[in-house]
Antibody, heavy 119, light 109 residues
Framework: EVQLVESGGGLVKPGESLRLSCAAS????????MNWVRQAPGKGLEWVSS????????NYADSVRGRFTISRDNAKDSLYLQMNSLRAEDMAVYYC????????????WGQGTLVTVSS | SSELTQDPAVSVALGQTVRITCQGD??????ASWYQQKPGQAPVLVIY???NRPAGIPDRFSGSSSGNTASLTITGAQAEDEADYYC????????????FGGGTELTVL
């Protein structure tokens, strides 16, 4: 069974940093593109970032480019999102999600981790 | 950037058929995928590609596309289908890789 488990969310002040993790199991992690998608409270889904299986293709939404860094450790079956210079508008549930390279649908999702940005 | 537009809310009588639509320029070039999200839960993929259902998704869910509009059809809606539905596709604007629609809240009456 495919499992994606996010962690690392919490309460931070504007301007601070946070690192999210996503632990994968039940599939060959190194073969899949991995993604972060977020959802602000009461709002819709917003794609944040994607990272190909060998980390050669990296993409970011305009809203986070230059502040967030996506990475992965295929030896640990883990995906990460380093979030710097956090803003109030970054407050959301962050989901990691799996996709195939060249496909833009997300076939498995984690349960999400909540990031709260407030002074 | 490219956008995908969905009706904010749609309702359907129990057992009837409902179509949820998604409009955007990127859909002329790329297939839409559809996700169901119930309150407090993660999204679940229900349709991808031309009209593909992941394992475990009932066959009352189907997808179609014409021009710049993609549609998710639920034939014989059930009470458990009440949820938010989101479309997404590849973005063709060059600024984003992926774009999501704003979501449609489906009420089953």
């Amino acid at each position: 069974e495919v499992q994606l488990v996010e962690s690392g969310g919490g309460l931070v002040k504007p301007g601070e940093s946070l690192r999210l993790s996503c632990a994968a199991s039940g599939f060959i992690f190194r073969s899949f593109t991995m993604n972060w998608v977020r959802q602000a409270p009461g709002k819709g889904l917003e794609w944040v970032s994607s990272l190909s299986s060998s980390s050669t293709s990296i993409n970011y939404a305009d809203s986070v480019r230059g502040r967030f860094t996506i990475s992965r450790d295929n030896a640990k079956d883990s995906l990460y999102l380093q979030m710097n210079s956090l803003r109030a508008e970054d407050m959301a549930v962050y989901y990691c999600a799996r996709s195939q390279y060249g496909d833009y649908h997300f076939d498995s999702w984690g349960q999400g981790t909540l990031v709260t940005v407030s002074s | 950037s490219s956008e995908l537009t969905q009706d904010p809310a749609v309702s359907v009588a129990l057992g009837q058929t409902v179509r949820i639509t998604c409009q955007g320029d990127s859909l002329r070039s790329y297939s839409a995928s559809w996700y169901q999200q119930k309150p407090g839960q993660a999204p679940v993929l229900v349709i991808y590609g031309k009209n593909n259902r992941p394992a475990g998704i009932p066959d009352r869910f189907s997808g179609s596309s014409s021009g710049n509009t993609a549609s998710l059809t639920i034939t014989g809606a059930q009470a458990e289908d009440e949820a938010d539905y989101y479309c997404n596709s590849r973005d063709n604007s060059g600024s984003h890789l992926v774009v999501f629609g704003g979501g449609t809240e489906l009420t089953v009456l």
